[in-house]
C-alpha cells in the first residue's frame, strides 16, 4: 500500500476516535464545557500545532516525510494574510454549527452529513473562485448525498439541528478552499502556520464581546482537571489527524485522498453499531434496532456519493 493512502486510513480512523470524543465532551453531564466554550478551546489549542515546527531538524524514518520547519516559512504577503484570516474564522465558526448539532444528536450521524455537505461546497465554492472543474459524476454523487441526508435528517434530525450542520459543512467548505487557495500561493509549510495562527486569533478576538467571554469563562470555572487533561489530549489527536491527511494531500491525489474521507463515516457507523450499546449513556449514540437500520442504510449512501464526487 502507497503511503500516502496509509496516511488517509490512519488519519481517518484518528479523526473519527475526535469526533466520539467530542461527542462526550459536549454531552456529558459529568464535563462542563459546551459547544461555544468547547470551541474556544479547541481553537485556542490549535497554536499547540506550532510546537511541530520545533521537530523540524529531526528525521523521520519515513521515506518522502519530514516535520514542518520554521525555515520553510516565509512571511504572510497581503492575500495570504486575508485568505488566513478567512480560513481561521471559516473553521471556528464551522466547529460552533457542528459541536451544537453534535451536542443533539449522533456523532455516527452529525458527521457524515456535515462531511457530505462539506464536499459539496467545496467543490461549488472551487469552482466558483479556484478554477477548479467539476468531477463528471457530480450530479449522481450529489443526488447520493442528497437521499442518504434526507435519510438520516428526516426521521434523525430537529431543522435547528439541520440548520446547525449546513452551515458547519459550508463553513468547512470555506476553510478547505482557503486552505487550498494557500496551498496554490505559497508552500506547505507556510500556510499550515499562518492558517493556524489565523485561527488563534479569530478565537481570541470573540472575547472582545462581554457575552462570549461570560460564556467562556463560566464554562472554564468549572472544567475539572481530568476533563482538562482529555480536551488537550483530544486536540492533540485532532492535530496528528489533520496533519496525517494534509501530507496526504501533498504526496498523493488530493481527489481521492477526499474521496476516501467517506472512511471516517464507516468507523463512526461500526463503532455506534458495534460498540456504542457500552457507553450510550455517556456517548449519546443511539442504537436500537430502528437506529442501527437507519444508520446502514444512510451513511453508505453518503460514503458512495462522497466518493463519486471525487473521482
Known amino acids: 500500500m502507497e503511503l500516502w493512502l496509509w496516511l488517509v486510513v490512519v488519519g481517518q480512523l484518528v479523526m473519527a476516535v475526535v469526533a466520539i470524543i467530542d461527542k462526550y465532551v459536549i454531552t456529558s453531564k459529568t464535563t462542563a464545557l459546551r459547544p461555544f466554550s ?14 511541530v515546527f520545533l521537530l523540524g531538524w529531526v528525521p523521520v524514518p519515513i521515506e518522502g516525510l519530514s516535520f514542518p520547519s520554521f525555515a520553510n516559512v516565509e512571511a504572510p504577503s497581503l492575500v495570504v494574510f486575508a485568505l488566513s484570516v478567512t480560513a481561521g474564522y471559516a473553521f471556528f465558526s464551522a466547529l460552533l454549527s457542528f459541536f451544537t ?20 461546497f467545496t467543490l461549488l465554492l472551487g469552482y466558483a473562485f479556484l478554477d477548479a472543474e467539476l468531477p463528471t459524476h457530480f450530479t449522481l454523487g450529489f443526488v447520493l448525498l442528497v437521499v442518504g441526508t434526507i435519510l438520516v435528517s428526516q426521521f ?18 470555506v476553510h478547505y478552499v482557503a486552505i487550498k487557495a494557500l496551498f496554490e500561493l505559497t508552500n ?50 485532532a492535530g496528528i489527524g489533520s496533519l496525517l491527511l494534509l501530507k496526504a ?22 463503532f455506534s453499531a458495534c460498540c456504542g450499546w457500552m457507553i450510550s449513556r455517556d456517548f449519546g449514540e443511539n442504537v436500537t434496532s430502528r437506529d442501527v437500520v437507519q444508520k446502514m442504510l444512510s451513511v453508505p449512501l453518503i460514503v458512495l456519493g462522497f466518493f463519486l464526487l471525487f473521482l
Do not use: C
Open 188 to 237: 506547505f509549510d507556510t500556510a499550515f502556520l499562518w492558517s493556524r495562527l489565523a485561527i488563534v486569533a479569530v478565537a481570541v478576538s470573540m472575547l472582545l464581546i462581554p457575552e462570549y467571554y461570560e460564556n467562556v469563562m463560566r464554562h472554564t470555572s468549572k472544567v475539572r482537571q481530568r476533563d482538562g487533561v482529555l480536551v488537550i489530549s483530544n486536540k492533540i489527536l
Open 38 to 51: 468547547y470551541a474556544f478551546w479547541i481553537s485556542v489549542l490549535s497554536s499547540g500545532s506550532v510546537a
Open 156 to 173: 434523525r434530525f430537529s431543522w435547528r439541528t439541520m440548520l446547525s450542520v449546513s452551515h458547519a459543512g459550508l463553513m468547512y467548505g
Open 249 to 270: 494531500i501533498e504526496f498523493g491525489d488530493v481527489a481521492l485522498v477526499q474521496a476516501l474521507g467517506g472512511l471516517q463515516y464507516l468507523y463512526l457507523l461500526l
Open 101 to 120: 448539532a453534535l451536542k443533539r444528536s449522533d456523532a455516527s450521524d452529525v458527521v457524515p452529513v456535515v462531511g457530505g455537505l462539506n464536499a459539496v
